[in-house]
């Protein structure tokens, strides 16, 4: 089993950064593929970017490629998201997820077993 709690979220103004932060419980971290996924009011919560289990290989959807950076540290046991010229349309619940045992990315939402409580991202134009 694995736990998850996201921080890092806050208010920033359109063209700023933010950095979250997903620190995990229990000793499978290192070797589970991790994922970050989003959920604006009124849309069904979307995939945003994974990595795998040792950190070589990562994915982003279109919507963030090249402003998102996923990252993860497996001696803190914990994943992060730096986030740059955040828009008005990254606004979203932001959640963090625990994926399946395998060494490759993962996007599909369904293949994920654990999910963090989120954090608010808001940004204003």
């Known amino acids: 089993q694995v736990q998850l709690v996201e921080s890092g979220g806050g208010l920033v103004q359109a063209g700023g950064s933010l950095r979250l932060s997903c620190a995990a419980s229990?000793?499978?971290?290192?070797?589970?593929?991790m994922g970050w996924f989003r959920q604006a009011p009124g849309k069904e919560r979307e995939f945003v970017a994974t990595?795998?289990?040792?950190?070589?290989?990562?994915g982003y959807a279109d919507s963030v490629k090249g402003r998102f950076t996923i990252s993860r540290d497996n001696a803190k046991n914990t994943m992060y998201l730096q986030m740059i010229s955040l828009k008005p349309e990254d606004t979203a619940v932001y959640y963090c997820?625990?994926?399946?045992?395998?060494?490759?990315?993962?996007?599909?939402?369904?293949?994920?077993?654990?999910w963090g409580q989120g954090t608010q991202v808001t940004v204003s134009s």
């Open positions: 990595i795998t289990s040792n950190g070589r290989s990562t």
């Open positions: 229990g000793r499978t971290f290192s070797s589970i593929t």
């Open positions: 997820a625990a994926g399946p045992p395998t060494p490759w990315t993962v996007r599909n939402r369904d293949a994920y077993n654990y």
